[in-house]
Nanobody, 126 residues
Framework: QVQLVESGGGSVQAGGSMRLSCVAS????????MAWFRQAPGKEREGVAS????????VHADSVKGRFTISHDNAVNTLYLQMHSLKPEDTAMYYC???????????????????WGQGTQVTVSS
C-alpha cells in the first residue's frame, strides 16, 4: 500500500501559476499509473491529468490542456502538476491518485485508482 501526500495549494489571482506536488511513501516506478483529480463544491470529481510512470505517457483534460502539465520524478517518487494561466473555474480541492499495474494508463476515470491523497485546496480569484 502506498500513501500519497499533496502540497503546494493556496490562493492565487487569475492568470497566475502554481505547482502542486504529491509525494508517495513507496516507489511508484515503474508500474504505476498516477493522476490528478479535482472537485469543486457541488460538482462531481473531475479527472485533470494522468501519467503512466514507466513510459511518461500523459493525458490532460480538455479543460486544462495547454495550461496544466503533469509530470513525475522517479528519483523522489513525486508527482507534479504545473498550472499556468489559472482561472477562477480551476478553484477546487485537488487530489493525487495512484494505481499499480493498471490495465490501461494514462486514464482519467476515478474508478481506475486505488490510492488517494488527502487533497490540497487551490483557490483562484478574479
Amino acid at each position: 500500500q502506498v500513501q500519497l501526500v499533496e502540497s503546494g495549494g493556496g490562493s492565487v489571482q487569475a492568470g497566475g501559476s502554481m505547482r502542486l506536488s504529491c509525494v508517495a511513501s513507496a516507489s511508484t516506478y515503474p508500474g504505476y499509473c498516477m493522476a490528478w483529480f479535482r472537485q469543486a463544491p457541488g460538482k462531481e470529481r473531475e479527472g485533470v491529468a494522468s501519467i503512466y510512470v514507466e513510459s511518461g505517457s500523459t493525458v490532460h483534460a480538455d479543460s486544462v490542456k495547454g495550461r496544466f502539465t503533469i509530470s513525475h520524478d522517479n528519483a523522489v517518487n513525486t508527482l507534479y502538476l504545473q498550472m499556468h494561466s489559472l482561472k477562477p473555474e480551476d478553484t477546487a480541492m485537488y487530489y493525487c491518485a495512484a494505481r499499480p499495474n493498471p490495465w490501461t494508463c494514462p486514464v482519467l476515470a476515478g474508478t481506475s485508482f486505488d490510492y488517494w491523497g488527502q487533497g490540497t485546496q487551490v483557490t483562484v480569484s478574479s
